[in-house]
């Protein structure tokens, strides 16, 4: 008779209980932050708040609780940073967000003004972008070197002239990127003092608020005049050029509006603060000194350290895992850049100042489809900047004392108030 596989032919050993293995302590979920982290630390005006570098190092994708209730998220790290940058299942529509920045709890933004490409998503971000992109390659940014070249020596002229002390802000910070602007808008030569004085009006710290959206209404006001100006008569410029889209002149002006807010203000704090930068780091100002052709390295660099436009907001528009969490939909991400660009797993020994680094991969235009559109512009401008105004002034130094430097008191955007500098005059 055949034996049944399935039936031993012996009865079983009864097996000995095994002991059970420990149990593992359950690491328990941190406690959602209760606020975002702002302050700089004291003494150091170009560094993170120290504690973002603590939560990148805990859990580069962080639970936090925003002014009004809502939470949502802080990304630190810059894998992470750029992960929500590149996807497009994050929304960077205003009216989709939650302000994380401290006395916010009643605001609500409304939707993006018309023309403005950082607030909205496609396909209607797509379709301004695509109009754009093409007045905004490097080869055409590099045809305004030589203007860019020209604007700098002529103030760099009036500061010698002036003599020192000078605030670096009024007398070449700020006045290059205006300028530049008008001429990458095409404002003709009679009405750009209107201009200028509508811009520094605008972007004063020291005005009322009041005094700022009159100027910005001006200002806005005279775009609208200058669309105007070029449907009647098409100039060599990008206004110029867009009138042959189907933009109306409603989202023309505002294209324009958008486009100076954007461009100025971020060139004119980078020129400030990275000048701010290099003079409190010598022998790197001396290595951008001796050697002109390091320009290029020197600005990607103080664009990583600096990270001017610091954070960054997106909304969830489904349920997103990432970095083993789970983002669902609603939820806001808080995006702290200049976190991500001192994360050493992207660059070696982030808090120093390198201007040989090669800073490739950083944050501060962004990333994806709404990195900044106009990042060739300004980097001609610094590229410009910088060694022009060590090569004419090599006695450069800052005319107060470091910590007495007024920083910008401003939740997105760091930055100086002024800066008093003074050379040996000849």
């Known amino acids: 008779m055949s034996t049944d596989p399935t ?5 079983p050993t009864p097996s000995t209980p095994s002991t059970p293995p420990p149990l ?8 959602p932050l209760t606020e975002l982290p702002l302050t700089r630390p004291t003494g150091c005006p170009f560094d993170p708040p120290a504690e973002l570098a603590e939560l990148r190092e805990e859990q580069p994708l962080r639970r936090m609780r925003y002014p009004d209730g809502h939470l949502g998220w802080l990304a630190t790290g810059h894998s992470v940073a750029r992960a929500v940058a ?67 020596a002529e103030h760099l002229d009036a500061m010698e002239r002036h003599g020192p002390p000078v605030d670096l802000v009024t007398a070449f910070a700020h006045p290059l990127p205006a300028l530049m602007i008008c001429e990458l808008l095409g404002v003709p030569y009679a009405e750009r003092a209107l201009f200028q004085h509508h811009v520094t009006a605008a972007t004063s710290t020291e005005g009322t608020v009041e005094e700022q959206y009159a100027a910005l209404a001006a200002l806005q006001e005279f775009i609208r005049g200058l669309v105007l100006a070029k449907r009647a008569h098409p100039t060599d410029d990008l206004l110029g050029d867009l009138t042959g889209s189907d933009l109306t002149d409603e989202e023309l002006a505002g294209v324009g509006s958008f486009l100076l807010a954007a461009g100025l203000d971020t060139t004119s704090n980078m020129i400030a603060l990275g000048t701010f930068a290099l003079l409190t780091h010598p022998e790197q100002a001396a290595a951008l000194l001796a050697d002109p052709g390091l320009a290029d390295q020197a600005v990607e660099e103080l664009l990583r350290y600096l990270t001017i436009a610091h954070t960054g907001m997106r909304a969830a528009l489904e349920d997103i895992e990432l970095d083993g969490q789970l983002i669902k939909a609603g939820e806001s991400v808080t995006v702290a850049l200049h976190a991500a660009n001192r994360d050493p797993d992207r660059f070696p020994d982030p808090d120093t100042l390198d201007l040989r680094r090669k800073a490739t991969g950083h944050l501060a235009f962004g990333h994806g489809i ?32 470091p910590a007495e430097v007024p920083l910008r008191k401003d939740p997105t955007m760091h930055g100086v108030q002024c800066l008093p500098v003074t050379w040996d005059a000849t």
């Open 86 to 152: 590149a996807d497009p299942r994050f929304s960077s529509r205003y009216e989709l967000m939650h302000l994380p920045f401290p006395g916010t709890e009643n605001v609500t933004l409304p939707p993006a003004p018309i023309g403005d490409l950082t607030g909205i998503d496609p396909p209607e971000h797509t379709r301004y972008r695509r109009l754009l992109m093409g007045k905004f390659t490097v080869r055409r940014m590099r045809q305004l070197t030589a203007r860019a070249e020209q604007i700098t």
């Open 24 to 31: 593992q302590p359950v690491r328990p979920e941190p406690e």
């Open 370 to 401: 709404h990195q900044c559109l106009g990042q060739q512009l300004a980097r001609v401008q610094m590229r410009v900047a910088f060694p022009a105004l060590l090569t004419r002034l090599p006695t450069l130094r800052l005319a107060i004392p």
């Open 7 to 11: 039936t031993p032919s012996t009865p």
